[in-house]
């Protein structure tokens, strides 16, 4: 059974203590600048945007079958059978594709470091395989967070619907975009106000990777050679950087 995680915008009341969990649980800092932020960054995995009186949290979808995962040349980025899509710092090479690549622009990047990874929502899988729910989820207060099942989610965000209808806009966002995400939003106010694009198609966007560039293998062939170099200078950098760090420090001494 695959986890999910479902936030209801009408149940949210802005606290911001799911962004200062994530923060915490990802040792990011996290203070009065930063909650004022509304969009992810390096530093912030997820955030709480507003639209008037109303609420919506941005985080990564963590899709069931995600592109970011089919566009990465390392396998970086891995989907797991309970729901998470987790990435593996000492895997990537740094060429950012899944940033070009995700249809909710989540993916960042920290620039400002010498290393530099990228950042983004891993559903908190760590947590996830000691058998405990996503640190947003369990610090929220009234439950416009939730975690469990995927299935059981939609179950209750379509009881949701059907029993206010008043009250939400009659759509579960996530249920279906691109082949659908562990990530599960319900809104008063059309989705588009946040920001969250409405026109995604129905099926897996690796799916249309895949055919795409099926028909056009020298394309494909072209791009191994120079994602291979790509890796090379990569690691050639990172070496550098490692021995310049190396040589600092016993200056230092
Ligand atoms: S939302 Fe973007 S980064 Fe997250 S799993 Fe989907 S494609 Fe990957
Ligand atoms: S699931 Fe975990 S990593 Fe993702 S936003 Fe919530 S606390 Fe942060
Ligand atoms: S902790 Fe819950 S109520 Fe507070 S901002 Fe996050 S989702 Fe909304």
Redesign the pocket.
Known sequence: MSKG?LYDSTMCVGCKL?EK??AE??NLPYNEAVASEEKLSAHK??AVTTHGDKFMRR??MNCLEPTCVSVCPVAALQKSSNGPVTYDSSRCMGCRYCMFACPFQVPTYQWNSRLPIVKK????AD?LAAGKM????EVCPTGA?KFGERDELIAEAKKRLHENPGNYVNHIYGLEEVGGTSVLLLSSVPFESFGYRTDLVREPLPLFTFRVLSRIPDLVALGGVLLGGIWWITNRRTEVAAAEGKHADEKEK
């Open positions: 995680v799911c969990a994530c649980h990802h995995l997820t985080l990564c929502c891993d559903m908190c947590r996503t640190a947003c989820a967070t």
